[in-house]
């Protein structure tokens, strides 16, 4: 049955081949995913360890609790003289301070500052170039001195600098002009992706950096027999408090600890997307073998009629889907080499530029990748197996048998759907709940639940009494995950993961009952927006492809046919390479191509668009199944477009909200939109012409209550550029914190039971503790404010944090926003490139420009899962051309043209593409709803025109979905067709 088996998948090439593409779609997701970010991981380890392979030790300032990257403030640095005691230690051969910079900006040739989206501008110390811990190479100049600068190569090739130039830098104070001395790279050529790295001498980094006097690490080589663990005892009797010592290696592991967490993150909302292609995959593959098992009846009839028993037809039809799956795994996985180039490139284009040392396959990505595919493929080839061991030995000599019934129906009924849905569920609810073993082992035994609830809603007689219990149970999981308190991330997520998966099953199997008159309703809107498609594309295509051939071989006289293909060729010079090809294959060959010698409409006739729509209707389950696939896709993409839009329209009332009775003309933020930007710029701001006030919000992080905190500085002028709502307190609070008060939002008053008066001890990163009052308790808008959870005056803050920085800074001016005051602004701030002055309206813009970069990631993501949902519509419709050769054939030979065949599987297309757009942006939209109402800082929005989109690129799947089987179906010779067995 083997041997059987392998013929059969070779005997069935485009079949094969269509069923395929859906895993290599998948795979090569999960394959891409880990190759990318194994890639990305290699990169930084060669980078932290290159940085730290001549250290024996290093010395840095230690913070009161862990900080995380771009947080506002930075770990303490310490007095600069530790390093001459560090030197006299007998275990030390040298020693080497140096100071850094993660805001260190250069400015370019048209005096912006040179930023890449989210990548890092370090600027650095280079106290000596032919230092051993110097990890960079010189390619071009010198190593720099005093008022000097040396950049990375490619900084410099993409900006054209070049050694002897004169740049912009920008650091924590207004820009500085130093002479460009030298180009470097990592002497490995190792790559920061889009960061730029800017170097100076110890006092020039000193004096940029604002830690003159100071420095935040020191580097030691230990002496010959000196090992790094006793240098590292050595030097820790000398240490001073708020500073601490590791090996090299140590320290090359705490730099790479914040890089590892982001790629985990990364891998792991990738692999989230491979999961749902391969999800989609699943629907594919069984809808396909279904049809082909039913289509291969006689078949499988015959093999039973010479003796093969159920069990070996069975294993006929798993060894098939496990020769698919292997071997489609297998081209995936070597694709995902190439999709993780074009992810690469994807976050690059947002301006994420990511480092990359080339890419890496390790054997756990083979694994994975293929195991993945093939237990998929393999899973959903169970049921249709089954149905293959129904087909009785009289099958064979039967014409048009067909299957007889289900697999399943010998065992359904009430009480044991009842039992199974019981007993899942309640092993569902252990294995979440409990979460035994840790995480991976919750997840399977979730899946393990969920397959068997499957099963026992697949045994209710009423097909739609356990599509409906399903999907009960799935919005019940959903709710319960997000309203549900204290169950952590973890729970969360796998609550909200099962309660979709049940939902999309459940949606799925009702819409069975749906088809026939989901057809009829939808086929006159697919109808006319083909003909809408049609009538935009006359012109540019049918019109000058209709005169093309009639110029080749159409009737006429030679001037008219000469006249067409003029015409048609200067109407699109593409289409008539096309039509050359044609006229040459025909005077070549035996091809007669069909055409109408009447004008082309656009207008289908309403007998070729009611077969269509019947054809559609004829096997609901069929088109239920390849409907869902689209369905899966598009509801996800509309929830993260709902999503979107009720954010952008949150944050846009918050921003007026905070605004609308306040003296604020303009704010200013880095032009990155996120980063926080030097105090300086603010005060430049200030001395501004017609300013009245600058309010500053200070961030970072701090200890409060046990737990690690964002939270913010503001001064007294918020008074008036600000509008709070207050729970307790006024206005009058936030120009009156001085050293000692605070103010909270209400729901972090609520969690930690604090109320006007209440004693707030915080602590901040240079481990200093100090103890601050609630004066106010304010309710932030909807949308969020610019405040954290805590806020103090920025006296307090500035007293204990070095090198304070604001997130935001919002101005006030006379006259309100005028392009005087625009330009006195912008003048101000010529000395500080990395801030921007923006109006309300650009404010609003710009912050939800980042939420747009992020969402045409998540776009781009999840049309994968679109696009493996087309190739399942390709190959229904592929397999339903086979199926129906002969009813073609007759078609043909009662007088139906090539044209009207293509359209009738063109509707037929469009109606299944359609059924699956609406129900997914229904679907899609209701899971938005119950996603919003969990989430307090968004409000619903309905993102109409979106939604428009979505439907017409339901119709655009559905229209090139159709092309191949339309064509392959328009090519069938009639009598060949008729006579077809």
């Known amino acids: 049955m083997t041997r059987f088996a392998i013929r059969a998948v070779l005997g069935r090439k485009l079949r094969t081949a269509l069923t395929a593409i859906a895993i290599v779609l998948g795979v090569a997701m999960i394959s891409g995913t880990y190759v990318l970010t194994d890639s990305i991981d290699q990169a930084f380890d060669r980078v932290f360890s290159q940085i730290r392979q001549t250290s024996s030790a290093v010395i840095t300032g230690k913070p009161a609790f862990d900080l995380s990257g771009g947080s506002g403030v930075a770990e303490p640095t310490f007095d600069e003289s530790l390093l001459e005691r560090v030197r006299e230690l007998p275990g030390v051969a040298v020693a080497e301070g140096s100071v850094d910079s993660d805001a260190t900006q250069l400015i370019g040739r048209d005096g912006e500052a040179i930023v890449s989206g989210g990548a890092p501008n370090l600027g650095f110390s280079i106290a000596d170039g032919e230092s051993p811990f110097n990890p960079l190479t010189l390619v071009e100049g010198s190593w720099p001195g005093p008022n000097e600068v040396v950049i990375d190569r490619k900084t410099a090739s993409e900006n054209g600098f070049r050694v002897g130039d ?63 663990e006793e240098l590292v005892a050595q030097v820790e009797e ?120 080339g890419l890496v396959l390790e054997p756990r990505t083979v694994v994975v990748a293929i195991g993945a595919g093939v237990l998929v493929t393999v899973l959903a080839s169970v049921y249709p197996g089954f149905r293959a061991t129904s087909v009785p030995p009289i099958a064979a000599v039967r014409e048009g048998a067909t299957l007889p019934g289900e697999p399943l129906d010998v065992v359904r009924g009430t009480w044991r759907a009842v039992l199974l849905v019981a007993a899942g569920a309640l092993a569902g609810v252990a294995a979440i709940g409990t979460t035994p073993g840790g995480t991976i082992p919750s997840i399977v035994l979730a899946l393990v639940a969920l397959a068997i609830v499957l099963l026992g809603c697949a045994l209710f007689p009423a097909r739609s009494l356990g599509a409906l219990i399903a999907g009960g149970l799935g919005f019940a999981a959903l709710v319960y995950g997000l309203f549900a308190p204290d169950l952590g991330t973890t729970r969360v997520l796998l609550w909200i993961g099962v309660g979709v998966l049940l939902v999309f099953f459940g949606v799925a199997r009702v819409t069975t009952r749906l088809i026939p008159g989901l057809a009829v309703a939808v086929s006159p809107a697919a109808r006319w927006a083909v003909v809408i498609l049609s009538a935009l594309v006359w012109p540019f295509f049918t019109l000058p492809f209709w005169l093309l051939r009639r110029g080749a071989w159409g009737p006429g006289s030679g ?60 096997n609901p389950q069929r088109t239920a199944s390849t409907a869902s696939a689209l369905m899966i896709g598009l509801a996800l993409v509309t929830l993260v477009a709902t999503l979107a839009a009720g954010i952008v329209q949150t944050f846009r009332g918050a921003v007026d909200d905070l605004w609308k009775e ?25 001395r501004a012409p017609g300013v009245v006030a ?241 989430l307090e800082f968004v409000d619903f929005a309905f993102p109409a025109a979106q939604i428009v989109v979505f439907v017409l690129a339901g119709v655009l799947v559905g229209v090139i979905a159709a092309i191949f089987p339309a064509r392959r179906a328009a090519r069938l010779d009639p009598l060949e067709a008729i006579a077809y067995e």
């Not at 805590?790 to 204990?800: L, M, N, P």
């Open 166 to 228: 004169v740049i912009g830098v920008q650091a924590e104070g207004p820009v500085e002009r130093l002479r460009l001395v030298g180009i470097f790279e990592f002497s490995s050529g190792l790559s920061l992706g889009g960061a730029t790295l800017a170097g100076f001498d110890l006092p020039t980094a000193q004096r940029l950096f604002g830690k003159v006097g100071k420095l935040d690490e020191i580097a030691l080589a230990a002496k010959p027999g000196v090992t790094p």
């Open 238 to 357: 000398i240490l001073p408090p708020g500073t601490q010592v590791k090996t090299g290696q140590e320290q090359a592991a705490a730099d790479a600890s914040e890089t590892n967490e982001f790629i985990s993150f990364l891998r792991t909302f990738l692999l989230a997307f491979a999961g749902i292609a391969l999800f989609v995959g699943s629907f594919v593959i069984a809808n396909s073998l279904s049809i082909t098992i039913a289509q291969r009846t006689r078949e499988f009839a015959t093999l039973r009629t010479i003796g093969a028993t159920s069990r070996q037809v069975l294993v006929s039809v798993l060894v098939e889907a496990l020769v698919v799956g292997a071997a489609a795994s297998v081209v995936g996985l070597f694709a995902g080499l190439a999709l993780a180039r074009g992810l690469f490139a994807l976050f690059d284009a947002v301006g994420f530029t990511l480092p990359n040392t």
């Open 559 to 618: 001037a008219q046919r000469v006249g067409a293909l003029v015409v048609g060729t200067v109407l699109n010079p593409v289409v008539a390479v096309v039509a050359s090809t044609m006229a040459l294959r025909r005077a070549l060959t035996r091809f007669e191509p069909e055409w109408p010698v009447e004008l082309p409409g656009v207008v289908p006739e309403l007998a070729t668009v009611a077969v269509g729509r019947e054809n559609a209707r004829r």
């Open 662 to 686: 306040s003296d604020t003309d303009y704010a200013i933020t880095a032009q990155n939109n996120f980063s926080p930007i030097p105090i300086d710029a603010a005060a430049a701001a200030a």
């Open 694 to 934: 600058v309010m500053n919000v200070r961030t970072g992080q701090v200890r409060v209550l046990g737990k690690t905190i964002f939270a913010t500085a503001v001064d007294p002028t918020a008074r008036e550029l600000i509008t709070l709502s207050w729970k307790d307190g006024s206005q009058e609070v936030l120009a009156s914190l001085g050293a000692d008060g605070a103010f909270v939002d209400d729901g972090f008053a609520d969690e930690n039971d604090l109320k006007v008066g209440s004693p707030l001890s915080v602590t901040f990163p240079d481990g200093t503790t100090a103890l601050f009052r609630v004066r106010g308790i304010f309710e932030p808008p909807t949308g969020g404010s610019p405040f954290g959870d805590v806020t103090i005056s920025t006296t307090a803050w500035d007293a204990r944090v070095e090198n304070p920085r604001n997130l935001y800074s919002f101005v006030a001016m006379a006259g309100d926003v005028t392009p005087e005051n625009t330009a006195a602004l912008e003048a101000a701030l010529a000395d500080f490139p990395n801030a921007k002055a923006q109006t309300r309206e650009q404010f609003i813009d710009n912050q939800i420009a980042g939420l747009n970069a992020v969402l045409n990631i998540l776009y781009v993501l999840l049309a994968l899962s679109v696009v493996v949902s087309l190739f399942g519509i390709v190959n229904t419709l592929v397999l339903t051309v086979f199926e129906r050769t002969r009813e073609i054939g007759m078609l043909r030979a009662v007088g139906m043209t090539r044209r009207q065949v293509r359209r009738m599987i063109r509707h037929e297309s469009v109606i299944t593409a359609l059924i699956g757009a609406v129900i997914g942006i229904v679907l899609g939209v209701v899971l938005a709803v119950i996603l919003i109402s969990r």
